[in-house]
């Protein structure tokens, strides 16, 4: 918190963080005596790709933001944030080992899925999905599930 503060009065309107091998919150600055503009601080977005297989550390986020600028009043502003949760599977294929980064969600609809995935590894994709959705947001909703096709 207090390195988003420093960055913040710093001038940063978006702050990603890092490090930490897990998915953190989410969370909108907003504005006050001291800051006209908003911020937005994703305080890490997880292990994008990774060989910890751990609750919490196979996840990650794809995260979207979306920048729009008015070129008449040249200003610019936030306009949708997304995320997209990842999963990361790590195993081995025919003698070989594999680190795949799927997108979680398909936990949920496996009809994208590769039958080497058995329950046991479904069910911790699904685990996954579900605590970085309520991991996310846990600030207040902020950002939206990004849908996939």
């Known amino acids: 918190k207090n390195a988003a503060r420093w960055a913040r009065e710093a001038g940063a309107d978006i702050i990603l963080g890092a490090h930490p091998h897990v998915v953190g919150p989410c969370r909108w600055l907003i504005p006050d005596a001291n800051h006209s503009d908003s911020c937005f601080v994703a305080w890490s977005l997880g292990n994008f ?3 910890q297989n751990k609750r919490y550390t196979d996840a990650g986020v794809i995260l979207s933001l979306h920048l729009k600028k008015n070129f008449d009043q040249h200003k610019s502003y936030f306009g949708n944030v997304e995320y997209l949760p990842t999963w990361v599977y790590r195993g081995e294929r ?3 080992k594999m ?3 799927f997108p979680a969600e398909w936990s949920v609809n496996n009809k994208h899925l590769p039958d080497y995935l058995d329950n046991e590894l479904m069910n911790k994709m699904k685990q996954s999905f579900e605590d970085t959705d309520e991991i996310i947001n846990r600030y207040g909703p902020s950002v ?3 849908a996939i096709k």
């Open 49 to 51: 790709l990774s060989n």
């Open 94 to 96: 025919s003698a070989k």
């Open 99 to 101: 680190h795949i980064v």
């Open 144 to 146: 939206k599930l990004k």
